[in-house]
Structures are given as structure tokens and as C-alpha cells.
């Protein structure tokens, strides 16, 4: 007797069709896996069993076959247990073919007959959504996530037989109510008004945070340039449900989402160390798993101790920053994957940290010193947009009692020029900040006058810029008029945008 069910896998982010056929034919008892499983899927067929038989259903014994198909596409996980001990008991007439049909299948069995909850429901029950399918059963922790997916019918099981029953028609599952959509901002520890002194590099941050802009901070030690960074996600804009749902299909498939929300409603802020691999920072491994890149996508990677990091790991950054994705390539696996990020990255000018300080003298030597900065390639720094020095805080800031403005007076004149940019790009396919605009969008929307046009000339000229140089000035002069309210870019803006690239001469380019 042949038993079907159709169940969902994974190609990296995105839901596949996976249709689990079972059949059972007489002959010595025997269980065999087909169609390219791992080794999790070959050992379900121990699971299953015991599932069946301790949730008190009937096993039937005969010569076992399990066919995943489509046979060439790798199967991994614990997602297909559920669907193939439903194949079973269709073949020991436990259960009819028509009660199922249908249905789409998740979720991973427990000895006891549990079914445990999987990652990457979500992409799943999009893909299933998009091939046609309405009812979806899943883990009871994995409702919530599933239940965001419009039109579709999720039903959460706890148990084997809770599934058989509903299935049967004995004890229908009402289906899983969807849960208000509610943004968060993301919020931080640190506030700016807790920041002392640097007004320039608050402001930095600002304008990074309106247009979504990559942020490098150079300064000796304890100048505040992680203080900074901390504080950043408490001025960015909350997330908007349809970016949400894509960075929960990120993290779904990485890290499982919370089974109380079942979705990302705050914006991504990772900080790996900066001992971490390539792999860990663009993705990787035998599966071509997404890495902390795709997992800040929509939000913000900060990478303290950015010289810190191996040059040829930095390197690998290149491509997402360019284009806002990553492509990860493995032997047994090829995907691409989002990786739309704010980088802010935190350095010290040298080995001891005190070049060109004001109250330390370094007593690194100018080969160390170019050693040092070397670490960071001249491609990478082209690709960040707002290059800032941090001095020392003073002792009379330290002790200042002046109150200071705080994030959420910051936050909203963000959201305001990101609600500006919205409404600038809303006929736009993908773009939704200035920091995203390509070259034929910066000539529609970043125009100049005449006397910020011969400025940007003048600096281009001074400072050696690069033509992508040329494109992040434009884009960062088109977030401060956005946030000065103003239709057009000024000449004060161009300057202000400028003053942002003039520390490259400073540290690296004295010392080639």
C-alpha cells in the first residue's frame, strides 16, 4: 500500500516542495530511505517507530520504503519525521489518503509521539502558500511564526495523535488565530544623552541612521567609539512588516524564532567578535548556511576592533556591501542570500592606540603604524560612507551636568527622513533609503547646483576620490538635505557630506 504527504524543505531561505511517499509491501520487515537524505533523516525511521507505537496507533510491519523526491535535492533535518509516520499510518489503514490530501506536513517526532518544534517554518509555509496550499499542520511552538502567512490555515499539533485525530475527523484542531503585527524599535542600554561630548560623531551617527549609511569611527582608546555604536539602534526606524517577514526567514532558518511572537519584530544588531571566521561572518559550512551578514540584514553588523579582524576575512565584505547580498557557494550546496546591512565598524588609529592624540604620544613607528592601517584595504573604506576621528573626551564634558539630547528626540527626525525617502522612492522596485540608490538613481535624485557641483570638483581633486567615492558623497549629501528638510541639495551639504571622506589622507594615504 502507497501513502503520500507533502512536506516543505529548504534551498537555502526558501521553502521546496518535498513529497514524502511511503509504501509498505509484504515481504521480512524492512525500512529503507531514499532520495539523498542526511544522516538525521535516515535515523527517523527509529523515531517514527517508537512515536507510533508509544502513541498507542498501529504499526504495521512489511517491507518499508520511504521516498523523499525530488531524489536530487539534498534533505536535511528533522522537519520530514512528522509526515512520514502520517505515511505509515495511511499504509496500516490507520488513517485514509483523502483525510490528508491537502494538507502540507511539518515537524519532528519525539520517542513519546512529542512533535518537537523545527527551524524555518516560515520560508516554508511561504513556498506552500505561493504552490497553492491553504492548511498547513505544525509544531504547536511553531504556530505563531506560520500563522503570519496570509491565507493560510495553520493548524498546531503537540502530538502524534493529535494530528492522526484531527486528520480523522475525531478531535478537529481549530486553526491558529494570527497575532497582531507589532513593531519594536529596537532600543539599546546606552542612550546619546549619556554620551559625553562628540557632537560630531553623534551627528555622524545620525545622519548614517536617516539614510542607512555604512559608519566607520576612528579614535585612541575611551574615546567612545563603542558607546556610539550601542547607541545607534536606539535612533534607527522600526522595521515594516513585509521586512520583517524577510528577516524572520533569515533567522528562522539559523536560529528558530521565539514561539510567544512566531516573528522578528525588532531590527537585527549583531556584533560578532572579531576572531570570527569568513564562513561565521558571510556564511558558509556544508549546507551553505546564511552567517552574520544575512542575519543583519535590514538592521546593523558593528565589527568592533575592525583591524582587528582578519584582512581576508574584511575582504569578504566587499560583495554584500556593493550589492546587498552574498552568494555562498559549497560543494554540496549553492545559495544567495539578503544581506542589506548598516556596517559600523570601530577602530583605534594604531597599535597603541594614541596616534595623533592630543594628551598621549604614540610610540608606535611609522612602519607599524602603516602596517596597522593596511589591515584595512583601500576597496573597503570606498565602500563605507562616513569616515569620523573621535579626540578624548574632556574632563569638562565628563563632568558636565548640561542635559544632552536624547535618542528619542534623535529617532524622530530619523524617522522623518526616512519618511521623506519612502515617499521619494515609493515607485522604486527595492530601494527605500538613500544609502541603497544606484547610478542611475543618484543622477534622477541627488542633482546639484552650480556651487556644490564646482565643491565636489575641488574635493574630488584634493582628496584623489575614487568614482565610487564620488557616488557615497552624493548619497550621503542627499541624507543631510533630507534631514535639513530641503528639496535640493546644497552647497552646505556637499561640505558637510565631504569633511566625512578627508580623514583617509590623515591616516592612510601619509603613510603609503
Known amino acids: 500500500m502507497l501513502g503520500k504527504v507533502i512536506s516543505y524543505g529548504l534551498t537555502g531561505i526558501s521553502g521546496c516542495m518535498i513529497h514524502v511517499e511511503v509504501d509498505m509491501a509484504n515481504g521480512l520487515p524492512s525500512y529503507e530511505t531514499v532520495g539523498l537524505p542526511d544522516a538525521a533523516v535516515r535515523e527517523s525511521k527509529d523515531r517514527v517507530r517508537s512515536a507510533i507505537v508509544n502513541s498507542s496507533l498501529p504499526y504495521a510491519h512489511g517491507k518499508v520504503t520511504v521516498n523523499l523526491a525530488p531524489a536530487d535535492v539534498k534533505k536535511v533535518g ?44 516560515l520560508p516554508m509555509a511561504l513556498a506552500a502558500k505561493e504552490s497553492g496550499f491553504e492548511r498547513i499542520i505544525v509544531p504547536f511552538e511553531n504556530a505563531a511564526e506560520a500563522s503570519y502567512v496570509e491565507g493560510m490555515k495553520v493548524f498546531p499539533v503537540r ?5 492522526v485525530h484531527h486528520l480523522n475527523g475525531a478531535a478537529p484542531i481549530e486553526p491558529h488565530a494570527t497575532q497582531p503585527w507589532t513593531p519594536e524599535p529596537l532600543g539599546s542600554n546606552v542612550d546619546f544623552a549619556d554620551i559625553k561630548g562628540q557632537q560630531g560623531a553623534k551627528r555622524a551617527a545620525e545622519i548614517a541612521a536617516a539614510g542607512g549609511h555604512n559608519l566607520l569611527l576612528i579614535g585612541a582608546p575611551g574615546s567612545g567609539k563603542t558607546m556610539i555604536a550601542k547607541a545607534l539602534p536606539s535612533i534607527l526606524p522600526p522595521l515594516s512588516f513585509e521586512d520583517a517577514l524577510e528577516v524572520t526567514k533569515i533567522h528562522s532558518v539559523v536560529e528558530g524564532i521565539d514561539s510567544n511572537s512566531g516573528i522578528i519584530s525588532r531590527l537585527p544588531y549583531r556584533a560578532p567578535h572579531h576572531t570570527a571566521s569568513a564562513a561565521s561572518l558571510v556564511g558558509g559550512g556544508s549546507n551553505a548556511m546564511p552567517g552574520e551578514v544575512s542575519l543583519a540584514h535590514m538592521g546593523v553588523l558593528f565589527l568592533d576592533e575592525f583591524t582587528e579582524f582578519d584582512k581576508r576575512v574584511l575582504e569578504t565584505l566587499r560583495q554584500p556591501l556593493e550589492n546587498g547580498t552574498i552568494s555562498v557557494a559549497r560543494v554540496n550546496a549553492k545559495a544567495e542570500y539578503p544581506a542589506r546591512f548598516m556596517l559600523v565598524a570601530a577602530m583605534n588609529p594604531c597599535p597603541c592606540g594614541y596616534f595623533g592624540s592630543r594628551s598621549r604620544a604614540c610610540v608606535c613607528t611609522p612602519y607599524q603604524i602603516q602596517k596597522y592601517l593596511a589591515r584595512v584595504s583601500g576597496p573597503m573604506l570606498d565602500r563605507i560612507d562616513l569616515h569620523v576621528e573621535l579626540s578624548e573626551v574632556a574632563y569638562t564634558d565628563l563632568r558636565s551636568t548640561d542635559s544632552a539630547e536624547s535618542s528619542l528626540e534623535v529617532r524622530k527626525r530619523v524617522e522623518s527622513a526616512r519618511a521623506v525617502q519612502t515617499e521619494r522612492y515609493c515607485g522604486e522596485e527595492r530601494i527605500s533609503s538613500n544609502a541603497q540608490l544606484d547610478q542611475r538613481k543618484i543622477k534622477a535624485y541627488c542633482e546639484l547646483d552650480d556651487a556644490g557641483s564646482k565643491l565636489l570638483e575641488r574635493a574630488m581633486t584634493a582628496y584623489n576620490l575614487t568614482p565610487r567615492a564620488y557616488t557615497r558623497i552624493l548619497k550621503v549629501s542627499r541624507t543631510i538635505a533630507d534631514l535639513d528638510d530641503s528639496p535640493s541639495i546644497k552647497a552646505h551639504h556637499m561640505a558637510e557630506a565631504i569633511q566625512y571622506r578627508s580623514i583617509i589622507g590623515k591616516y592612510w594615504r601619509m603613510h603609503v
Open 78 to 121: 528533522s522537519v520530514y519525521d512528522l509526515p512520514i509516520a502520517l505515511g505509515l499510518l495511511i499504509c496500516g489503514e490507520a488513517l485514509e489518503q483523502e483525510r490528508i490530501d491537502g494538507y502540507v506536513v511539518l515537524g519532528e517526532l519525539a520517542l513519546g509521539g512529542e512533535v518537537r518544534p523545527v527551524k524555518g517554518v
Open 159 to 163: 502530538t502524534l495523535s493529535e494530528a
